[in-house]
């Protein structure tokens, strides 16, 4: 993997170079928001490793500064000495895809990492995806319909994926919550809120609604109709 590291405490960003650099992968380490920035927007990466706290810019400003402007679809998982469920959904809501709390492990920080490398490039998956008159490019992170651009947020931007992924599935609440927030689902009902722009932001000016409601179970994309 080529990875990323934004961690200014010098001790935690030396294990964490030593033990990927054990196992064959890349690590390059910038020391401050700023810096990790400039690295994440002109240099590839398969994953990125972002401290919540850090000089000249905070991971969340780093994160959301990423998401969106379109520069990056890397995968981006959050460290924090914070482990308040407010924090997990700022870190969440700026485009973060995992979240680990300090202290922690080092096998765990990889097997997190690998799994989110392999969520985001499964293979020979189409790049852009078209359901009806909605397509959404998952280069450009940018979506329309009928020709008419879409305004979504990093958390929608997931959302639609997933759906549009499974279209004519119906997607499941638990599976789009573990999606969002992995094993760490925050109490309340978010999900209802993010389905909520989302359906606003796709169907609410078309004649078509193609986001449809399995009460009870969860979500299903298609322009067809729910048959009772």
């Not at 990875?3 to 964490?16: G, P, S, T, V």
């Not at 919540?52 to 000495?81: E, F, K, W, Y």
């Not at 870190?91 to 990889?110: M, N, Q, R, T, W």
Request: one cysteine or more.
């Amino acid at each position: 993997m080529q990875l990323l590291l934004i961690e200014d405490h010098k001790d935690i960003a030396a294990n964490i170079a030593e033990y990927f650099a054990a196992r064959g992968d890349t690590v390059e380490h910038a020391a401050d928001g700023l810096a990790g920035l400039d690295l994440a927007r002109t240099r590839p990466y398969d994953a990125i490793v972002l401290d919540l706290m850090l000089p000249g810019m905070d991971g969340i400003s780093v994160c959301r500064n990423l998401r969106q402007a379109g520069h990056t679809r890397v995968p981006i998982l959050m460290l924090t000495a914070k482990d308040l469920l407010t924090d997990k959904v700022e870190g969440f809501e700026a485009g973060a895809d995992d979240y680990l709390v300090k202290p922690f492990s080092l096998i765990e920080l990889d097997a997190r990492l690998k799994a989110l490398v392999r969520r985001a490039s499964p293979p020979d998956a189409p790049r852009v995806l078209v359901v009806g008159d909605l397509k959404f490019d998952l280069n450009t992170l940018e979506a329309e319909r009928a020709g008419e651009k879409i305004k979504l947020n990093p958390t929608t931007r997931r959302i639609l994926a997933v759906l549009m992924q499974n279209a004519g599935r119906v997607v499941t609440r638990a599976e789009l919550e573990h999606e969002l927030w992995g094993d760490r689902a925050p109490e309340g009902d978010f999900l209802r809120a993010h389905m909520h722009a989302l359906r606003a932001a796709i169907d609410k000016n078309f004649p078509v609604k193609l986001l449809h409601t399995i009460h009870g179970t969860g979500y299903r994309l298609s322009p067809d109709p729910i048959r009772p």
